[in-house]
């Protein structure tokens, strides 16, 4: 009994020391064939499917930038940054009424907005006017998709 009891202490500790890790939208792995393949899967998927995969292709494409930006890539990720400014004008004409996971987007277009901040914070002062203007995109989509979703 007593090794018992010893056996499910020592396994208790165990479990307790690995640390726990959550899951995070900037856990996946992401590369130019990822984007693209997003990219291609919006127009042939539901209406009320699109905001979020916008949303998902915009988190993807920040993300994607900071890494070139990190690279050294400086012209990628601006380029990168323009088009996302694009894809934000294509969300905002995407959301519906009957829009399915219109709060999913906006919870991951706050976090993309959180991210480019970050972001904003550590470019140098060259790329800070495509970085604030993607920004400025990002929230406005962000307001207007969270003003769509108390709108319902």
Same mark, same amino acid.
């Given at each position: 009994m007593r090794s018992l009891v010893c056996s499910i202490a020592v396994l208790s500790l165990v479990a307790l020391a690995v640390p726990a890790r959550a899951s995070s939208p900037d856990d996946k792995m992401i590369d130019q064939q990822t984007i693209s393949a997003l990219e291609a899967r919006?127009?042939?998927? /539901?209406?009320r499917e699109q905001a979020f995969l916008y949303a998902e292709l915009i988190h993807q494409m920040t993300e994607f930038s900071m890494k070139q930006y990190a690279a050294g890539e400086t012209d990628k990720a601006t380029d990168?940054?323009? /088009?996302?400014q694009n894809v934000t004008r294509k969300l905002h004409l995407s959301m519906a009424d009957n829009n399915? !996971?219109?709060k999913n987007a906006e919870i991951?277009? !706050?976090?993309?907005a959180f991210r480019l901040t970050e972001f904003l914070h550590n470019s140098s002062t060259d790329? !800070?006017? #495509? #970085?604030e203007a993607t920004l400025a995109q990002v929230n406005k989509a962000e307001s207007e998709t969270m003003l769509e979703v108390f709108h319902k």
């Open positions: 919006i127009p042939s998927a /539901q209406p990168l940054l323009k /088009q996302i399915k !996971r219109l991951l277009l !706050r976090h993309t790329d !800070r006017d #495509v #970085v």
